[in-house]
């Protein structure tokens, strides 16, 4: 049911603001998936630099959809 709904919004996005969007949840998912797992990103604050660069795609793709 619910996904029938989201189904039916997402058909009415054009294709690609649907890929960019989800390329920006994708980034962002795998950006907090490495944040939990990595020790060093426990620390309030820091960023080890894996996490910078999932944290740039995130950026780079919020950029692409702003467009
Ligand atoms: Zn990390």
Known sequence: M???ARGRVRA????RVARI???VQNTY???VN????CEDCKEVGW???T?????QEYKAAQR????
């Open 51 to 55: 996490a910078e660069e999932l944290w």
């Open 34 to 37: 490495h944040s939990v797992k």
């Open 47 to 49: 960023r080890c630099e």
């Open 21 to 23: 969007t989800d390329k």
């Open 12 to 15: 009415m996005v054009p294709a």
């Open 29 to 31: 998912g795998a950006f």
């Open 2 to 4: 619910a996904d029938e």
């Open 64 to 67: 692409e959809a702003r467009e």
